[in-house]
């Protein structure tokens, strides 16, 4: 039996270095599972040998060391199931030893039974190891309950395991091949988990609205990897933000950049709180780092002792952590920044950009998933279908005066698209549900709108650019091409009339109904702008006309209405037109039309103050 | 080449049979045909040298293969994982012993890129493998970035696609492959050059599409960013896509063809389509073949609806190819080929429209055979200088071969092999449905016959049950019953007895039962007794239904031996080995395998069955009848009887030395009697003094007595008087005589008289003697346990014989411990040992 024993505890030994050994040379992903897939299979072959015989004191330890290395491996591989089986059979295993089995199922009265029954004795701190695989299995699976149970059993296993465990080493070291090896130091995986659970504890806790932050803090100052340390300074920032304190919040933030550079959730945390301040500036820069930081290579991220094993993703994978700790990919956040930075009048840094992301979705390195290095949490997409974003960066290329550029943009889209356009689309009334239409019809439907305003609005700004160009033949030929897509969409109910002059942000079709209507309104102001240009006037106070009624708080059309009318020598009208438009005060850009179906000021422009004097010269009315 | 037909040019046979699963054949660097027969080995073949160049071992079975589009290097799919392997390796292993057999190369974890399990298609796109594999809950298309410098083997992780399983049950089969394939968006303006034409291994990975097509069955987006889409058949029948470069796309479904896909591919359905594919081809395994085009753009209806055409070619569909205008395809028997091309004549638009609405099947063209059978793999068709298309194809039994179609010319399908081949083929197929037909009958008789045996057995395991049934022991409904009879036979008499076997049963006996019958003396002569003293006799048998019975006649005894009465134990033998066996296997059956025997009911032939009569008025005068034509048999009846007289140590022998009587009262007899001759006249039983004696003999010398009969049953007519002669089977000479006798009873109430029939046994051997009044007191004991319990009246008559016998007794048994006593001689011991003996037979008692 002993040389058995003998035999078996070397087998032990040489797996656990070999594994040890593979961890330490190869640290990819994939390799990193081929290998702990094989030393979990030959763990498990060595315990089945093991567990082949009854319990026994003497090669118990043995036994409950090869289970705990077993259990690591299964655990890398996120095998949790299967590991649980293997902790509960050993902790069966250990009663059986102390004649006390009572066959509980339940786990926690299980554990406690079995360290009770080794307390004293040397096994206590090879139960108190396995109990410890336990309490990161239960992390895994976001079992909160029975960890708060052992609360106790846990700071207990910290304090006295250390001493324990050094006892262990001393000892080792005096005869080494008698000891069984492990290939993961107990004490590594406890702080670990510690600080895991602290997190996860915390996570849920904000989640449910609980004032974490002591536990949090407390938690920062545990020995423990850098991008774990900066989550528990990211979820202190979390909650002071829920608290309503921004600024202490920010300061959070900014201590888990400081702790972690890579920590980008806490960059993203960042810019969600600028942008709750409105503070544009900084919301910009924070968007400027965090896409870099995404960019940022994947490096092995300095491994700690357990991190190699187990990766502290694995215990992290909590519902609401994975909410808190989500980053979208790169590419949406280029294109965020993009979108902020045209809308915010910084144009050309605006185009750079969106020339990079249209250059990142065009390279071959881009394959519509991006990885998160650290954490396997969703990536979350918020970047706009293709084609708006073709004619968002065009807008952009327009405001930054190169229309050749934006004129190629918009000639892609219409040529990808225009084969594909309806004839005509019929749209319902959406609140009209006596209707009885399939799915399938309302769904072509939207699609066609979708697809017939991406092209209109593409002949839209290849009007612009050639009003910019001052080629208003041209002009007027796109802008008639584009009103004569918008003039294919019916609807069916007449009363319905979409003079919806704010988006309506409660359903899809609301906002492009809103778009359709603006695109009319702009596409005849500047076909009308386009004519009074070429001093057909009569045809431009017509355009004009329609155009004011189609969006009455059009500027342009407004001051070219008035322009056209002063120009046909009817001054009082135009007074009146130039008036009502300068009551409208001329709006920003916002965020949530499209930049193409807002008035870009690209074309013609009239000098308010020159039309002031004219007024002026008028008279009183 | 002959005109208008199609050649195979057998390149390399390779000897091995292609397993079932992933046969490939592909066309790699320069003139390198890979092929692959489901096996551990990769081939290398160099189609310019014709032979096997190289062969690549791997780690397990072959999956997939392809090649990168520098056709620098090979990626092999394995059940472990997929491994890279550089073309620089195999050239040089190949150039180095260019003379011998082909370099074998071993691929060891190495060159492992990716470790994945159960990979069943990969697809290399630029510098991205796809690999696609099922997990049990989902189908999982993973991404993998390819290393630029060829020096580090592993490929790193994209991302990972994953679209769940339908049900388990649908795809069924694991084993069947996945299709994978890559399209991109062609350039419409751009007239294709013929350089780009000709470039196959471009065009297999980058099949450009129609962009009419490309957008609307992929959307606007991925036509946008130009993305390339990956097409991917499932065992389960959909055909999904993913568009490649697309941000959050995602893995979707895009029809489902109901039956595993095992072709996918794109075909310029029109002559103007030069330099992009305008029609997509999805093959099914059981022959569904679905035309994906772009809606025309002259019907107005049809804009911006993609054009679903299905139909159904002849299957099974063992593997496809498609060129510029025809899918070529592989049932394993035929090799055809099915025109894509929507007649390019005729046929528009409003024509074309109503075909698509109505019956979709009819616009497809029906397919023409090109003769090749076998054929399991077929790589991308080309097209040579001549216009000729060939294709590289992989038979079942591991044959390369090119097939070189004939340039097509204005009628289709005349493609005819010479007819000497189509001869041979006709001639093997022949063969080969002549040995399936000859293994299936095999296999069908086997089945009937162990069906029958089943049943067989079914009815051996009742009649056991039934055999063994320990309650009832005395009625078994399989017993035997037996008459005896003398025979003469060479000049020798024996005693035969005749066994029938009777199945009272349900069941049927057959095949595998022995008769066994063990004859055994209950007491012989000392001389006899160093013998083997049974005898076992045996008879297999092959059926006895239910009613039927079995005779067997085997010999008890011979004239002149007296070792009676002889048992005869009847049983029922089963033997495996003869039942399985049938006759040849005659083993032994005393062996114990196979075998087990189940007793039936014992007979017994006691001395009255073997006696012979004669009549009583030749009894000193003349021989027995049976003997009577034998003077030798009459010499040896003398002699015998000489030495028997002799032995017994008188002078004279005496024909009546010895006698027994029974008496036994005429109350118990009449019952019997009269019970057993009911049915004649009534003048018996008032004549009932003399036909008391008469028919006790009668009934003694007929009763079946331990279910053996007597078999003189002609001699029965004789016995008319009250003395009947016989000849004992030790050829002594026995009389039995019957008479009546009247017992006057001294009692204190009444004087009774009581009727009694007195039967005595005569001889002049006591062996005869003894052994007759054993089968008389046999006869009348069984008649005994027949007869009613009768008042006890008639006891009282017994009172004073009994008395008297016991006064007998008791000095008869004075004499005989006089007669043990020491000082006695032999001869004298037995003398009055016989004496008494004598007197016991003599004093009756009656049997009442």
Redesign the interface.
């Known amino acids: 039996m002993m040389s058995l024993l003998a035999k078996w505890t070397r087998e032990n030994n040489e797996l656990a270095f070999n594994c040890k050994q593979q961890n330490d040379e190869l640290n990819?992903?994939?390799?990193n599972?081929?290998s702990h897939r094989r030393c979990s299979s030959d763990f498990h072959k060595l315990l089945r040998k093991l567990q082949g015989i009854p319990p026994h004191s003497d090669h118990a330890q043995l036994e409950l060391s090869v289970v705990y290395n077993a259990c690591v491996c299964l655990t890398a591989l996120s095998h949790f199931e299967e590991a649980e089986l293997l902790l509960t059979q050993a902790a069966h295993r250990v009663l059986e030893l102390a004649g006390e089995d009572r066959g509980t199922s339940d786990p926690s009265v299980l554990w406690r039974a079995a360290l009770k029954s080794v307390a004293g004795t040397a096994l206590h701190r090879h139960v108190l190891s396995l109990l410890c695989l336990q309490w990161g299995i239960w992390l895994a699976k976001s079992c909160l309950n029975p960890i708060k149970e052992f609360q106790e059993e846990m700071s207990l296993l910290e304090r006295q395991g250390g001493a324990v465990w050094d006892d262990c080493r001393t000892e080792a070291k005096e005869k080494i091949p008698n000891i069984p090896r492990l290939v993961l130091d107990p004490r590594r995986l406890a702080e670990l988990l510690k600080i895991c659970t602290a997190i996860v504890q915390g996570a849920e806790r904000l989640n449910e609205g609980w004032n974490t932050l002591s536990a949090l803090q407390a938690a920062a100052a545990l020995p423990a990897p850098r991008a774990l340390i900066a989550y528990t300074h990211l979820l202190s920032g979390s909650c002071l933000a829920h608290m309503n304190r921004p600024q202490m919040a920010l300061q959070c933030f900014r201590r888990a950049l400081e702790t972690d550079p890579r920590c980008a959730c806490a960059l993203y945390q960042s810019t969600l709180l600028y942008r709750q301040l409105g503070n544009v500036q900084a919301e910009i820069q924070a968007l400027r780092i965090l896409h870099s930081t995404l960019l940022l290579p994947p490096t092995t991220e300095p491994a700690p002792a357990a991190g190699r094993l187990l990766s502290p993703s694995l215990f992290l994978c909590s519902q609401s952590l994975g909410s808190l700790l989500s980053v979208p990919?790169a590419?949406?956040v280029l294109h965020s920044l993009a979108l902020k930075c045209v809308i915010h009048d910084r144009v050309s840094e605006g185009v750079e950009n969106y020339l990079d992301l249209l250059a990142a979705?065009?390279s071959?390195d881009?394959?519509?998933?991006?990885?998160n290095t650290l954490t396997a949490h969703a990536v979350v997409?918020t970047?706009p279908?293709?084609?708006r974003l073709?004619l968002e960066a065009a807008a952009a290329l327009l405001m930054a005066r190169r229309p050749a550029d934006c004129m190629a943009l918009c000639d892609?889209?219409i040529g990808?698209?225009l084969?594909?356009?309806?004839?005509k689309v019929l749209l319902e009334d959406p609140e009209d549900g006596s209707v009885a239409e399939s799915r399938e019809e309302r769904e072509e439907a939207e699609s066609?709108l979708v697809?017939l305003l991406?092209a209109a609005a593409a002949y839209l700004l290849l009007g612009h650019c050639y009003a910019q160009q001052e080629d208003w033949k041209q002009a007027v030929t796109h802008y008639t091409r584009c009103f004569n897509l918008l003039v294919k969409v019916h609807c069916k109910n007449n009363a319905f009339s979409p003079q919806v002059s704010a988006p309506d942000k409660e359903s899809n079709q609301g906002v492009d109904l809103c778009v359709l209507q603006r695109l009319k309104g702009i596409s005849l102001a500047g076909r009308g702008i386009s004519f009074a240009q070429m001093d057909r006037l009569r045809e431009a106070l017509r355009d004009l006309h329609l155009g004011l009624q189609a969006l009455p708080e059009g500027v342009s059309a407004g001051q070219w209405c008035g322009e056209v009318l002063w120009r046909l020598d009817r001054r009082r009208e135009a007074a009146a037109c130039w008036e009502k438009t300068w009551s409208h005060t001329c709006p920003p850009l916002a965020e949530a039309l499209p930049v193409y179906a807002q008035e870009l000021q690209s074309g013609p422009l009239l000098d308010p103050t020159e039309l002031r004097s004219r007024l002026k010269e008028l008279g009183p009315l | 080449m002959m005109e208008g037909r199609c050649a195979a040019e057998p390149w390399a046979e390779l000897g091995l049979s292609v397993k079932p699963g992933a046969p490939l054949v592909r066309r790699g660097a320069g003139t390198d045909v890979f092929i692959c027969t489901g096996s551990e080995e990769v081939y290398v073949f160099s189609a310019q040298e014709k032979r096997v160049r190289a062969v690549l071992q791997l780690p397990a079975p072959v999956r997939d293969l392809d090649v990168s589009h520098d056709k620098q290097l090979l990626f092999v799919a394995c059940r472990s994982g997929i491994y890279r392997v550089n073309f620089q390796l195999l050239s040089h292993s190949g150039s180095s012993d260019a003379g011998s057999g082909p370099a074998e190369l071993k691929i060891s974890s190495d060159f492992l890129a990716v470790a994945a399990d159960g990979v069943s298609s990969l697809l290399l796109v630029d510098s991205v493998l796809l690999t696609l594999c099922q997990t049990d809950r989902s189908w999982l298309l993973t991404l993998y970035k390819t290393p630029q410098q060829s020096q580090a083997n592993r490929c790193d992780v994209i991302g990972s696609f994953s679209l769940p399983v339908v049900s388990p049950s649908v795809q069924g089969h694991t084993e069947s492959k996945c299709v994978l394939l890559c399209v991109c968006l062609g350039e419409v303006t751009q007239p294709s050059s013929p350089a780009a034409a000709s470039d196959a291994g471009l065009s297999r990975c980058h099949l450009p599409l129609r962009p009419a097509l490309f957008k609307l069955l992929f959307g606007v987006e991925a036509a946008l960013a130009k993305s390339p889409v990956i097409l991917c058949g499932l065992p389960d029948g959909r055909l999904c896509y993913l568009p490649l470069r697309l941000p959050g796309s995602r893995l979707r479904v895009l029809q489902s063809l109901e039956q595993p896909v095992v072709f996918i591919g794109a075909s310029a359905a029109m002559e103007t389509d030069a330099g992009c594919a305008g029609c997509l081809v999805a093959l099914g395994k059981q022959g569904r073949v679905m035309l994906i085009k772009a809606g025309r753009a002259g019907s107005e209806r049809q804009r911006g609806i993609a054009d679903f055409t299905e139909g159904c070619v002849p299957g099974p569909v063992e593997c496809a190819c498609v060129d510029k205008s025809r899918l070529y395809y592989s049932t394993g028997s035929d090799l055809l080929t099915l025109g894509l091309s929507v007649g390019s004549t005729g046929r528009e638009g409003q024509e074309w429209a109503e075909e698509a609405s109505g019956s979709t099947a009819a616009s497809l063209n029906r397919p023409t055979s090109l003769n090749v059978s076998g054929v399991v793999a077929l790589d991308q068709p080309t097209c040579n200088d001549a216009g000729e298309v060939q294709l590289l194809s992989l038979s079942a039994r591991g044959r390369l071969q090119r097939i070189s179609l004939p340039v097509r010319g204005p009628e289709e399908g005349s493609n005819k092999l010479p007819s000497s081949a189509v001869g041979r083929s006709v001639g093997d197929l022949l063969s080969a449905i002549g040995d399936v037909c000859e293994r299936a009958s095999v296999l069908e008789k086997v089945i009937r016959w162990k069906n029958q045996t089943l049943k067989q057995l079914n009815q051996v395991l009742n009649v056991s049950f039934l055999l063994t049934d320990g309650a009832k022991t005395e009625e078994k409904p399989i017993r035997c019953c037996a008459s005896v009879g003398w025979s003469r036979l060479l000049q020798k008499d024996s005693l035969n007895l005749a066994c029938v076997l009777q199945n009272f049963s349900p069941y049927i006996l057959e095949r595998g039962w022995t008769l066994s019958l063990t004859v055994l003396p209950l007491s012989c002569s000392p001389q006899a007794a160093e013998e083997a003293r049974s005898v076992n006799y045996s008879f297999p048998f092959c059926s006895l239904c239910p009613g039927e019975s079995l005779e067997v006649s085997l010999p008890v005894a011979a004239a002149g031996d007296a070792s009676f009465p002889v048992t005869v134990a009847c049983s029922l033998v089963f033997s495996l080995c003869s039942f399985l066996g049938g006759e040849e296997a005659a083993t032994p059956p005393d062996l114990p395998g196979g075998c087990f025997s189940l007793p039936l009911n014992t007979l017994t032939v006691d001395w009255l069955h073997a006696l012979r009569l004669i009549s009583p008025t030749s009894t000193q005068k003349t021989l027995p009848p049976q003997s009577s034509s034998n003077p030798a048999g009459d010499l040896r009846a003398f002699l015998s009887s000489r030495r028997a007289g002799c032995r017994a140590g008188d002078g004279a022998p005496r024909p009546e030395g010895y006698s027994a009587r029974v008496r036994v009262s005429s109350e118990l007899l009449g019952h019997t009697l009269r019970g057993q001759r009911a049915d004649p006249d009534p003048k018996v039983s008032e004549s009932a003094p003399r036909s008391f004696c008469v028919s006790l003999l009668e009934w003694l010398l007929s009763e079946e007595c331990g279910g053996v009969r007597m078999g003189h049953k002609g001699d029965k007519t004789d016995i008319s008087s009250s003395v009947i002669c016989g000849r004992a089977p030790n050829d002594a000479t026995v009389k039995l005589t019957a008479k009546e006798v009247h017992l006057e009873e001294k009692s204190d109430v009444k004087e009774e008289s009581l009727v009694s029939v007195e039967v005595q046994v005569e001889s002049s051997s006591a062996a005869a003697v003894c052994g007759l009044h054993h089968a008389v007191l046999r006869r009348i004991q069984t008649l005994l346990l027949k007869a009613p319990v009768k008042a006890w009246s008639s006891n009282k008559v017994q009172i004073s014989g009994l008395r008297q016998t016991l006064q007998r007794a008791e000095i008869q048994q004075g004499q005989i411990s006089e007669a043990l006593s020491v000082g006695m001689s032999s001869g004298q011991m037995q003398r009055i040992l016989l004496r008494v003996y004598q007197q016991l037979r003599d004093g009756p008692l009656l049997m009442v």
Not at chain 1, 28 to 31: E, I, P
């Open positions: 990819r992903d994939h390799n599972l081929f990919s590419l949406s979705l065009r071959e881009q394959h519509g998933v991006t990885a997409s970047l279908k293709l084609p073709y892609e889209v990808t698209i084969d594909l356009l309806p004839d066609g697809k991406w």
